[in-house]
C-alpha cells in the first residue's frame, strides 16, 4: 500500500480541524460573527457618511479594517488557544505516537485557521458591499491579496508562538486578548486616525504588526490610493509587509524553539482519578 503523500496528509487535517471548528458555535460566533457585530454598530452609531480627514465612508473604513480583525481572531487568538487545549488534553502528545507526521498536524492547524481568516475576510467584506455600499478598486486587487496573504501568515506564526508560551489551555485566551485587544485600539481597527492622534502613538503602532496589517489593507479600499498609479506594484505597502514578515519570521523561530507537545508536568487536564477497590 502506497504512503499518502504530504499534500493530502496536510490537506486531511486541515478538514478535520475545519469540522472541529463549525461543530464549535462559540468559536464560530466569535470569528465570523462578533466582528460584524461591530460594523453594523459602527454605522448605526456613526451613519454611514465620509470621515472628516479620511475621505472614505464609515463602512468603507471599517469594513477592511474589521476583516483584518476577523482574521487575525481566526489565526492568531482560534490557533493560539485551540493548539495550547490540544495539549493540554494530551493529543499533540498522542500525534506523536502515530505514524502522522507531526508537522502534517501542525500544518492542518495553521490551513485551517488560514481558510477561516478568509471565510471571516470574505463576509465581511461582503456584508459591506451588499449592504453598505463599500467600494472595490480592481486597481489595488493585487496589494490586497498580497497583503492579506501575508498578513495571515505573520499572525499564524504568532498564534504558534502564543500557544508555546502559554501555560496552559486556560490561560491561552488570557495571553491572546490581552495582546490582541489593546493592539486594536491602537491600530486603526476600533478608532480612525485623526490629526489630534499622539504621535508616540502612532509610532507604537507602527512597530507592532496588527496597524501595518490594517493600513496596507484599508488602502485598497481608499480611492485616493487606488488613483495614484496604473501600476499594482505602486500600491504595495513595501514597509507596511516588511514589518509583518518580520515580526512573522521572529514568530517561527521562537515557536520552534519554545514550543511544547507535552502539557506542563506531563500529565493531561482532566485526567481521571485512579479506580480503588471499594472496602465494603
Not at 74 to 89: E, F, K, S, V
Not at 145 to 150: C, G, L, R, S
Not at 204 to 218: T, Y
Request: aromatic fraction near 12%; hydrophobic fraction near 55%; charged fraction near 10%.
Amino acid at each position: 500500500m502506497n504512503r499518502p503523500s504530504d499534500w493530502s496528509l496536510v490537506w486531511g487535517q486541515i478538514r478535520y480541524q475545519n469540522k472541529i471548528f463549525w461543530r464549535t458555535p462559540v468559536a464560530a460566533f466569535f470569528t465570523l460573527v462578533f466582528p460584524l457585530m461591530f460594523l453594523l454598530v459602527f454605522t448605526v452609531i456613526f451613519g454611514n457618511d465620509e470621515i472628516p480627514d479620511l475621505g472614505v465612508t464609515t463602512a468603507q473604513f471599517y469594513a477592511p479594517a474589521l476583516a483584518v480583525f476577523g482574521a487575525v481572531s481566526a489565526t492568531y487568538t482560534n490557533l493560539a488557544i485551540g493548539t495550547a487545549i490540544a495539549r493540554d488534553l494530551g493529543i499533540l502528545k498522542r500525534i506523536r505516537g502515530t505514524p502522522l507526521p507531526p508537522w502534517a498536524y501542525l500544518a492542518g492547524r495553521i490551513g485551517s485557521a488560514a481558510y477561516l481568516a478568509a471565510i471571516a475576510a470574505v463576509i465581511m467584506l461582503g456584508v459591506g458591499i451588499l449592504v453598505f455600499g463599500v467600494e472595490v478598486y480592481p486597481e489595488t486587487l493585487p496589494s490586497l491579496v498580497v497583503t492579506f496573504a501575508v498578513g495571515v501568515a505573520c499572525w499564524s506564526s504568532l498564534g504558534m508562538l502564543a500557544a508555546a508560551v502559554s501555560p496552559s489551555g486556560d490561560s491561552a485566551p488570557a495571553v491572546t486578548n490581552a495582546t490582541l485587544l489593546p493592539l486594536a485600539f491602537i491600530s486603526d481597527v476600533f478608532i480612525p486616525p485623526g490629526p489630534d492622534t499622539p504621535v508616540w502613538l502612532d509610532t507604537v503602532g507602527n512597530i507592532f504588526p496588527l496597524k501595518p496589517f490594517v493600513v496596507a489593507f484599508q488602502d485598497a479600499f481608499t480611492p485616493q490610493v487606488a488613483a495614484t498609479t496604473d501600476s499594482w506594484l505602486g500600491h504595495m505597502h513595501w514597509a507596511e509587509l516588511g514589518v509583518m514578515v518580520a515580526w512573522g519570521v521572529a514568530g517561527i523561530l521562537l515557536a520552534l524553539r519554545l514550543f511544547r507537545w507535552e502539557p506542563k508536568g506531563g500529565e493531561r487536564v482532566g485526567k481521571p482519578a485512579p479506580v480503588t477497590a471499594d472496602k465494603g
